[in-house]
């Protein structure tokens, strides 16, 4: 058994117990009761802990995102790009407690979290640099001639940000970056594991000189997100999480006939051909199918796998899983560390139960021992002889679990791959860029990545049927912050 040790005093965790809100341009005492805590899931240490914001707290952060919408607006987006630049530098010099508390918060292995701060900043600056097409003219002549309409894109207003725990940092900024590009100003409410690192981009606002009332931040819990998403004084929704949450959000802003955007769950699929470079998919499987201990929302847990090549491809996916590092998230090596929370290493365990009493074979993990006597961790699995009826198959799980099903021709793979209620990524692995990239068309899925998987800042990131509504990233997640208006006039 392995123990972990508790927080060091000396961390670089700028903020632990808390009972302030970011509203109006300073952090001010929340009047809510209720407190949540934060802890450690590598240790169960509890080591901080926010206040849950009151109903007045809410109206006072939605007042203040109001008051300064129009000053906000009415800034060139030049000038609005200026401060984005600036935010990026200084989210970038916060970039070691960024990732410290980040880890601490969700235990996500810090190999991936010092990477939170780099990404933030280059998302600002993104977005920033699309300042140009807001202020390029788009005029559009009459068909018949009889005059022309000049487009314009007027920022939508005040936005609901609501994030999930697992990217505590980028899922708030491929939000809040394209918003105040937009001209938008913001409410964000984060995920109640994880609210603690998200208040250094807060800070990082401040010192870039984001005038008071366009960025606030309160805390509470789903009833507390509710009552944000049906705010009067709210213009838009922009949510990242669970299909069943988005749903709710989904069903509040249609009675309410206010935009959403909606980043939900996924189940996503790699399709390996008969011709695939086992080494090669070897570097790229952790990043690709299980990157952040399973907890990311695009990844390819279920491989598809030619009949022909189905055990050495089993054998591949188990030894590379079974050897890579899991343990103390803090350590530069870990590959994989705990759940983020108890409730999701419930849920993890209950799928790997589920996938052993249906049948199919754990060829490393399917234990429930995790090897460490404290902390969230559940065992890396692997499911070979997986077939599309099981629940494991099917429903996104959301940790270190692996599916592995067979199929015996490249329309029953790419069926397959389709054969899920979500839409939202995947993969293709093989040596024919060609055939990869034409089976990629074929995916009904919002993304795809061939021999590998990442996002692009610069391309839509939407994901389709239960994945969600509406696109972040690229120009049309700026599109998703702005209302047009045609003004048409006669031509003199
Ligand atoms: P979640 O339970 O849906 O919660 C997401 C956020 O919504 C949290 O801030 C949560 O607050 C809040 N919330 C809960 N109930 C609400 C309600 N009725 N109205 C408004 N807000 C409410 O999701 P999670 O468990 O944090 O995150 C895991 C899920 O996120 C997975 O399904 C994953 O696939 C998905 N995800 C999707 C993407 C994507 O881009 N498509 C990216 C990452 C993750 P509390 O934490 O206080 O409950
Ligand atoms: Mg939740």
Known sequence: MTSLLPIPVTANLPYRQTNDVFIDGQWQAATGTGRTSVTNPATEEVWGSVPQASAADLDRAVGAARRAFSGWRDLTPTVRAGFL???????EKRAEAISHTNTWENGSPVAESSRAAGNAASIFRYFASLAGLLETPDVRPFPDGSGETVVRQDPIGVCALIAPWNFPINLVVAKLAPALMAGCTVVIKPASPTPLSVRLIIDAARAAGIPAGVVNLVTGPGSFGDALVRHPGIDKVAFTG???VGRTIAGACGQLLR???????????ALVLPDVDLDALSRVLIRSCMRNTGQTCYISTRILAPAERYDELVDMVTA????AKQGDPMQPDTVFGPSATRAQEQTVRAYIRSGLAEGARATTGGDVASGFDQGFFVK???????TPGMRIAREEIFGPVLTILRYSSLDEGVALANNTSFGLGGTIFSEDPDLAFALAGRFDTGSVGLGFFASNHAAPFAGRHDSGLGAEFGPEGLKAYLAPQSVHRRIR
């Open 259 to 269: 935009p959403v955007t909606l980043e939900l769950g996924g189940k996503s699929s």
């Open 320 to 323: 590379t899983i079974a050897t």
């Open 85 to 91: 630049l600036r935010l990026a530098d200084e989210v």
């Open 242 to 244: 669970s299909t069943p």
């Open 380 to 386: 890396p699995t692997v499911f070979a002889d997986v």
